[in-house]
C-alpha cells in the first residue's frame, strides 16, 4: 500500500526516506550473510545412504593392475590376490598400488600371504594381521 502511496505522491518525505534506509540494511544483512557463508570453512559431509562395494581383484598379469587403480579412484576398497602372478610381477603390482594409494591418500596393508587390501582416503583401516611363521603358532596348540 506504501508503494501505491509513493508512486501518487501522497506519501509523506520522512516516511519515504525511513523505509529507504530499512531497505538499505536488509540488503546489507543478506549480503554479510552471504560473505560469511562463503568464508567459513567447516564443510561437513553427510553418510552416504549408498552401501560401499568391495571389489576383489586376481590380477593374472601386470597389466590388470590399472583396473585395479581405477577401481580406487572411484574410492572403492580393493582385495588384491597376488598368488596367481610371478613373484617378481607381484612386486611390480603392489609397488604400481602403493603409489596408487599414495596420491589419493589412501593404504595399503598386507592381510595374507600375496594378499594385499588397498583402500581410498574415505576407508580407514583398523587393527593388524599378524604373519605366522612355521612352527610359531599352530591352531592345533592354542584349543
Known amino acids: 500500500m506504501g508503494k501505491l502511496w509513493g508512486f501518487l ?11 529507504v ?7 546489507e544483512a543478506e549480503y554479510n550473510f552471504a560473505d560469511q557463508r562463503k568464508n567459513k570453512g567447516n564443510v561437513v559431509g553427510l553418510p552416504s545412504t549408498k552401501p560401499t562395494k568391495m571389489v576383489l581383484s586376481e590380477p593374472r598379469s601386470y597389466e590388470d593392475t590399472q583396473e585395479i587403480a581405477d ?9 588384491v590376490n597376488l598368488q596367481r602372478v610371478r613373484p617378481d610381477q607381484g612386486t611390480r603390482i603392489v609397488d604400481f ?6 596420491a589419493l591418500n589412501g593404504g595399503i596393508s598386507k ?18 594381521i ?3 611363521m612355521d612352527g610359531d603358532m599352530d591352531y592345533k596348540k592354542t584349543r
Open 9 to 19: 505522491g501522497l506519501q509523506e518525505e520522512e516516511e519515504l526516506i525511513e523505509r
Open 21 to 27: 534506509r530499512v531497505d538499505e540494511t536488509d540488503s
Open 71 to 79: 577401481q580406487l579412484r572411484l574410492r572403492r576398497p580393493v582385495l
Open 130 to 132: 599378524t604373519e605366522m
Open 111 to 128: 592381510v595374507g600371504p600375496n594378499i594385499f587390501l588397498c583402500t581410498p582416503e574415505t576407508v580407514e583401516i583398523q587393527g593388524a
Open 97 to 102: 598400488l602403493s603409489g596408487t594409494v599414495y
